[in-house]
């Protein structure tokens, strides 16, 4: 069964500081996808990244990175700089080939940007 | 851009209700989804739905939920007898052909069950 892990609840900093958010995976599968979902206080849900099983690249896109280690089943994302606009949850996901792509969601982590 | 739209954004209705949630997903994807999430919590699967059946369902998707596409645009969630524990805000997503491809959500309904 897949399970996703996102152990930080809450994270709290000061504007223009980076921040680690955690993702732990859980699953069988040898080919699965990773994703990263940002929900602001307006509720929507925004696709933010994908990342294939079998792609361990690890990716820089403006402010956000994210690293994936299979070795370690983590897939954790990182906002250098951050500004007061990220402040939201953000939420990891896992699909699996074999699973008809539904996604699994952890928990989230509630990201406060303070000036 | 496309998006996935959802009406109506927010539904109020008494306990013992039927309720019908409606989305249009992104008009060339192929495979449809309805989550929820209960306030607070995280976002759970409900169904997965393509070439016009369900494809997978959880086991809170009980004999109470049915989805339909009744035409080539809607794709509809149907609560037949609300409960006060399906107050949530559902949301619709969908994606293109390939297992590979993100899933894009619309803004999501919030039901509340009174």
């Known amino acids: 069964a897949q399970k996703v892990t996102q152990a930080q609840t809450e994270i709290s900093v000061v504007e223009k500081e980076d921040v680690t958010l955690d993702c732990v995976y859980e699953?069988?599968?040898?080919?699965?996808?990773l994703f990263w979902y940002k929900q602001p206080p307006s509720g929507e849900l925004v696709f933010l990244i994908r990342?294939?099983?079998?792609?361990?690249q690890n990716e820089i896109s403006g402010r956000y990175s994210w690293n994936f280690q299979k070795s370690t089943s983590s897939f954790n994302f990182t906002i250098t700089a951050s500004q007061v606009v990220d402040s939201a949850v953000y939420f990891c996901?896992?699909?699996?080939?074999?699973?008809?792509?539904?996604?699994?969601f952890g928990t989230g982590t509630q990201l406060k940007v303070e000036l | 851009e496309p998006e996935v739209t959802q009406t109506p954004s927010h539904q109020v209705t008494q306990m013992g209700q039927e309720v019908i949630l409606r989305c249009v997903p992104i008009?060339?994807?192929?495979?449809f989804y309805w989550y929820r999430q209960i306030l607070g919590q995280k976002v759970e699967f409900l169904v997965s739905?393509?070439?016009?059946?369900?494809?997978?369902k959880s086991e809170i998707f009980d004999d109470q939920f049915s989805v339909e596409r009744p035409d080539g645009s809607n794709f509809t969630l149907k609560i037949r007898s609300t409960k006060l524990e399906d107050s949530a805000m559902y949301f619709c997503?969908?994606?293109?052909?390939?297992?590979?491809?993100?899933?894009?959500f619309g803004p999501g309904t919030r039901l509340t069950v009174l």
């Open positions: 997503a969908s994606r293109g052909g390939d297992s590979y491809n993100e899933q894009f």
């Open positions: 699953t069988r599968d040898t080919t699965y996808y």
């Open positions: 990342r294939n099983s079998f792609d361990e």
């Open positions: 996901a896992l699909s699996e080939k074999g699973g008809g792509n539904k996604l699994t």
């Open positions: 008009s060339n994807h192929l495979y």
């Open positions: 739905f393509y070439n016009n059946e369900i494809s997978e």
